[in-house]
Structures are given as C-alpha cells and as structure tokens.
C-alpha cells in the first residue's frame, strides 16, 4: 500500500517502561507530523519534521518524549518511563511540500498505546 | 478555554437527513479550516478544505467559514449509514497545513 504505515498498531506496556513507536510516510513526502490522541478528544500535535530543517518540537509535553526522523524517511517516536496518562493513539502524518506551501496531510491508522 | 471547541454528540439522525456540524473557535489568526472524517480505529481522511472566509461544496458536503463570528460548519446532505463516523475540524494560521489545531470531534450515527 502507498499510505502512512504505523507500528506496531497497538502496544502495552507496563508503566515505567519505554516505548518506541514508528511512522514509515508516503514516499516523497517531506513534512511528518505526530500526533496523540486522547480517548474521546481531538488531536494534540506534538512535533513536526520537514526535510533537513530542524523539528519543531513544540508540543512534546515533557522531556520523556523524543522523536527522530533519518533524511525523508521513517520517524521514530519515544516515550520514556512511560506514565499512565500517556496512554492515547498516536498518529503520525505525512505531506507534501510545494511551492504553494503544505499540502493536505495523510494520516496512518495510529498506535495504540496502554500503559498499566 | 480550549482554541477549538466542538460538540462532542453523539448526533444520530435518520438516513437521508441534513446533518450540520460545527465548531468555534478564539484564535483570530486562523486562516485554514478543515474537516476531517475518522472512521472508528482509523485515521482521519480529510473531507474538505477551506481558506479564510465563504462556502465550498464538494458532492454532498458543504463546508461554510465565518470568520466574523469565528465560527465554522460542515453540512451533509442525504447523509447515508455509510457517513456514520466522528468528524473532526481543524485549523490552522500558517500557509499550508502546518501544525493543525483540532476540535474534538463530533461522533454521527445515520441509522437507516
């Protein structure tokens, strides 16, 4: 398939363990994005990759998370010391980049992650 | 107070209603708006797409941005079982699609 492909599709894990969860974007796209989201909420942006430039990482919420992302390609998000309220879907986003500015974003079918 | 607040429903309307979605927002500097439809354990599709303010119709959906009022609708006509799903706004004040900000969503059940 040719979307945005996410593993692993869940994950638990006990609490204080860390997690490593990946995105592999649609080939070609510059721009990835993470997001989480919370039972019954919206999307919560966490942090945003575009090409060589350096991430925006603004909306991590603490320092137990980190994410990666190697050239054009596959982004790794960690959580460390994993924590309950850290249990949520996170989705990772793709998107184009044009003279025109970002294109539309595509998003994977996210991670579940539970931390007991 | 949240930047986007959306109601949360559930709305559940017969098949072949008008549905109308909507959502308000405070921050002035937003200039793009989606919606975006997820269906349950997968990720959000984008449906529709706007820029400042007015209409844009797209088959049976029609989204409507009044920025005046911050206040923005997605509307669904002859909406079918097939529609059942939580639609999320979004919006965002950078060019493109950069750092979208959601609305909660909305979770709609059309029941034939």
């Known amino acids: 398939g040719a979307g945005v492909s996410q593993s692993p599709s869940n994950k638990v894990t006990e609490k204080g363990k860390d997690v490593e969860l990946r995105c592999d974007p649609i080939s070609g796209h510059t721009a990835l994005y993470w997001y989480r989201q919370r039972l019954g909420q919206g999307l919560e942006f966490l942090i945003y990759f575009q090409g060589n430039s350096a991430p925006d990482k603004s909306g991590l919420p603490s320092d137990r998370f980190s994410a990666e992302r190697t050239g054009e390609s596959v982004s790794t998000l960690t959580i460390q010391r994993t924590q309950q309220e850290d249990s949520a879907v996170y989705l990772c986003?793709?998107?184009?980049?044009?003279?025109?500015?970002?294109?539309?974003?595509?998003f994977g079918d996210g991670t579940r992650l539970s931390i007991l | 107070q949240k930047e986007v607040e959306q109601d949360p429903g559930p709305l559940s309307v017969p098949e072949g209603a008008i549905v109308s979605l909507n959502c308000t927002y405070s921050n002035s500097a937003f200039q793009y708006f989606m919606w975006y439809r997820q269906y349950s354990r997968k990720g959000p599709e984008l449906l529709m797409y706007t820029y400042s303010s007015g209409n844009k119709e797209d088959g049976r959906f029609t989204a409507q941005v009044d920025k005046s009022s911050k206040y923005i609708s997605l509307f669904i006509r002859d909406s079918q079982p097939s529609d059942s799903a939580t639609y999320l706004c979004?919006?965002?004040?950078?060019?493109?699609?950069?750092?979208?900000?959601f609305g909660a969503g909305t979770r709609l059940a059309v029941h034939p």
């Open positions: 979004a919006m965002s004040e950078d060019s493109g699609y950069n750092k979208l900000i």
């Open positions: 986003a793709s998107s184009l980049v044009s003279g025109a500015g970002n294109q539309p974003q595509h």
